[in-house]
């Protein structure tokens, strides 16, 4: 193997065969910084999680899955045997609810990405209809910003920029309403698409994760709540991490045991309610 990338949650290796192996660790990131406390399970829960979202989803688009099972015994249970692709620079973000930068966005503009959103809404509120967001994948200042709809068609052509914001609606539309006849609320997604060698727009890197979505509890959603919707994903790291004074530089603060086992256990949670299945 030949490690290509070591990101903060993930390492991606060729292998031999050419097939991509991405490896999801216990690490943390969080406002694009890496915590130093990892999170025992957790590239486990969350490559269980994807592979549950990727089988569900295979007749929405193809996905670069090859094999769950098929990888090196030292990564068994945290790894993806994939495919490679030719990544999208886009972040392609689907929300059904208004929180995180969202909110911000609406909150001075009245619209995310230059889609006009109705007056009144506060922290929590579900949107009329499920919202396509982008955002960049690389700007100046080294964090995603938004993007408007015209501006993937710039950098994408008008058909495919069509066809992202499809997929991203139909799949966070079909996850959306899985997750809620199992009590979890899918506030908002980011996904990510690429081109596989024959061509084939394809759904890579994970899909509907605690990492990479907004969970609430269906039980507990409440618009305008004070001090925000209870987290069940990587959310409740970044509001810990905001009342240790920390300024989101490197480094980052270290994790207290009790906020690890908290977001372990949040990330068990969703994982058992969504798929159904117990976690061993």
């Known amino acids: 193997m030949e490690l290509i990338h070591s990101g903060k949650v993930r390492d991606l290796y060729r292998l031999d065969d050419g097939d991509l192996l991405l490896v999801a660790t216990d690490r943390v990131s969080v406002y694009d910084v890496g915590l130093p406390t990892p999170v025992p399970d957790k590239g486990k829960l969350l490559t ?3 592979a549950f979202w990727f089988d569900e989803l295979a007749d929405v688009v193809a996905n670069h899955v090859v094999s769950v099972d098929d990888v090196p015994a030292e990564f068994a249970g ?3 045997r994939a495919k490679p692709l030719r990544m999208i620079q886009v972040e392609c973000i689907a929300r059904g609810y208004l929180a995180g930068l969202g909110l911000r966005e609406y909150q001075r503009d009245g619209a995310i990405s230059g889609v006009a959103l109705p007056p009144g809404l506060v922290e929590g509120s579900r949107l009329p209809e ?3 967001t982008p955002t960049t994948k690389v700007s100046d200042t080294g964090h995603d910003e938004f993007m408007g709809f015209s501006e993937v068609v710039d950098q994408e052509g008008r058909e495919v920029a069509e066809r992202l914001r ?15 006849e199992r009590g979890v609320v899918i506030a908002d997604t980011k996904l990510e698409f690429g081109w596989s060698a024959d061509g084939t727009l394809t759904l890579g890197d994970e899909v509907l994760t605690s990492d990479s979505s907004r969970f609430w509890r269906q039980e507990e959603w409440e618009p305008g709540r004070a001090g925000g919707q209870r987290a069940y994903d990587k959310q ?3 509001d810990w991490s905001l009342t240790t004074g920390w300024d989101k530089t490197e480094p980052g603060p270290e ?3 009790d906020v690890v086992e908290a977001t372990r256990a949040r990330y068990v949670d969703v994982y058992e309610k969504i798929t159904g299945r117990d976690w061993v």
């Open 48 to 50: 269980a999680l994807s």
């Open 78 to 80: 945290r790894a993806v």
């Open 130 to 132: 499920p919202v396509f």
């Open 166 to 180: 499809e997929l991203t609606l139909e799949i966070y539309t079909r996850g959306a309403a899985l997750a809620a």
């Open 236 to 238: 409740f790291v970044r």
């Open 255 to 257: 994790m207290p045991d």
